[in-house]
């Protein structure tokens, strides 16, 4: 995962989102698991999720909720298709089909859609030149994650890479990201920002483990990270990196029954 860094996005209050996210803005996280049922067992478990059945063009696809809002996504993966069990946050688009035309121009791939997702918006997946995946989301009915900064809500995107200048720079162009003038000289890590804020990040690493590549990582806001632990070990999951201080709280790296990566994040008070 991020091996022992921590994330560098600033701590969030909580809130409701009611306004269509903005260019390249993080809104909407999705798992794509072989077993989704058992997946959303674990989840619901971990988080306190509920779940409502997704879009019908999706496949079986549900959406976790918190007090009927709307947080991620689960689906299942095509049986005939060997890809990663995996977490992948979607950046909002205006026009995802631009988008997904820019992504190519810009030396990635774009691999599923774009198509529509019923009333609730218009998607694609892609990749980014690293090999990174990701998703696109245009908005219609669905805005994305309805609520952010309590338990079980995503908090925070970070793309893990081996260099960082070269594929921010993919987004920035793709997504019209703003950069920061300058960055500590002993860090390899650019935030994305938009409207000067950071939304999201990408670390370099130099070097990755060998079953991993470049990936996105997303980070879960949990109310107490040991707990959290205990209850992730107890269900079947993995340990990969374990809780250590940062500047905004607690983190930990770990994997979930099927082997999906994520983190957690306790935010300081």
Not at 66 to 82: K, Q, S, Y
Request: glycine residues 14%.
């Amino acid at each position: 995962m991020t091996e022992g860094r921590a994330p560098g996005g600033p701590a969030a209050p909580s809130g409701v989102a009611s306004a269509r996210p903005a260019l390249g803005t993080p809104c909407w996280v999705s798992l794509t698991a072989h077993g989704p049922t058992a997946a959303q067992e674990f989840y619901g478990e971990l988080f306190g999720w509920e779940f409502r059945a997704g879009p019908r063009q999706l496949g079986p696809y549900v959406r976790a909720l918190l007090d009927g809002r709307e947080v991620a996504g689960i689906g299942r993966l095509p049986a005939d298709r060997h890809l990663t069990v995996a977490w992948t946050p979607y950046l909002a688009s205006d026009r995802v089909d631009a988008t997904a035309d820019t992504v190519r121009l810009c030396g990635g791939t774009v691999g599923v859609g774009p198509l529509d997702a019923g009333d609730a918006g218009r998607l694609a997946i892609g990749s980014d030149p690293s090999g990174a995946v990701f998703g696109v989301w245009q908005a219609a009915a669905h805005l994305g994650t309805a609520v952010t900064g309590v338990h079980g809500t995503p908090a925070w995107h970070e793309l893990v890479t081996y260099e960082a200048a070269g594929v921010a720079t993919f987004y920035e162009t793709v997504f019209g990201y703003g950069r920061q003038a300058a960055k500590p000289a002993d860090t390899d890590h650019v935030p994305l920002l938009v409207d000067g804020r950071p939304v999201a990040g990408v670390r370099g690493l130099g070097a990755l483990p060998r079953d991993r590549g470049p990936h996105w990582v997303t980070y879960f806001e949990v109310d107490d990270a040991d707990e959290a632990l205990a209850r992730i070990v107890g269900r079947g999951g993995r340990v990969l990196h374990p809780v250590r201080d940062v500047a905004h709280g607690r983190v930990a790296d770990v994997a979930d029954p099927e082997g999906a990566r994520f983190a957690l994040i306790q935010r300081s008070c």
